[in-house]
């Protein structure tokens, strides 16, 4: 079994009710030769220097997350795309630890799976920024002002494509048209409708 990361080791021994699935998680991941690593808070594993998959937790369940879960043959059926925005990433959802034990050898195969994804070098083929629905509120502030339209177009591709689903994402126009006003100021320092 490949080293445990002591980095990685408080995440395993904070206070939480999926304490004993992460555990069994890790377990069986460290078993597949993976490293272990601390990205985004949670314990990332990946291969020669790849994000494979990682172990995260929520309200209702911990899951799995595999990067390029869209490239996979969907592990029995477990890997679940949490939204519609979701592009590449796959989750495998776990509401105990007998489910996790159960799963152990799906679990594994599909570590398998990842790692010659990743050893084939596959890419998820995204879609391009320009084939995300663009909001009527949004066009019409576009059109409006040269330059929010400017500083909009030099944002980067995933930035341009964070604000086109914030904006997308509510069903009143009213809230709609709140989200790109509050977010004008954000797109002229050329920043992210997320960063601080």
């Known amino acids: 079994m490949e080293m445990m990361n002591e980095k990685v080791n408080w995440f395993f021994e904070m206070d939480t009710p999926w304490q004993e699935e992460y555990k069994s998680l890790r377990k069986i991941i460290l078993t597949c030769g993976l490293t272990e690593e601390l990205k985004w808070g949670v314990p990332c594993y990946t291969w020669q220097k790849k994000n494979v998959v990682l172990i995260h937790g929520f309200k209702e369940y911990c899951a799995l997350l595999f990067h390029k879960g869209a ?12 939204t519609e ?13 007998k489910e996790i034990i159960n ?8 570590i398998v799976e990842v790692i010659e994804v990743e050893k084939a070098g596959l890419k998820v083929p995204l879609k391009k920024t320009k084939e995300f629905h663009v909001p009527e509120e949004f066009l019409v502030a576009l059109d409006g002002s040269p330059e929010l339209k400017t500083a909009f177009e030099a944002l980067t591709p995933g930035r341009q494509r964070g604000y086109l689903l914030h904006f997308s994402q509510p069903k009143q126009s009213n809230t709609r ?3 790109i006003e509050k977010s004008i100021p954000k797109i002229f320092a050329g920043k992210g409708w997320n960063d601080r």
């Open 103 to 110: 799963c152990e050898a799906v679990i594994q195969s599909t």
């Open 85 to 97: 925005n979701v592009q590449s990433a796959r989750q495998m959802r776990f509401t105990n630890l």
């Open 177 to 179: 048209k709140a989200r």
């Open 71 to 82: 490239l996979l043959a969907n592990g029995d059926g477990l890997l679940i795309q949490q």
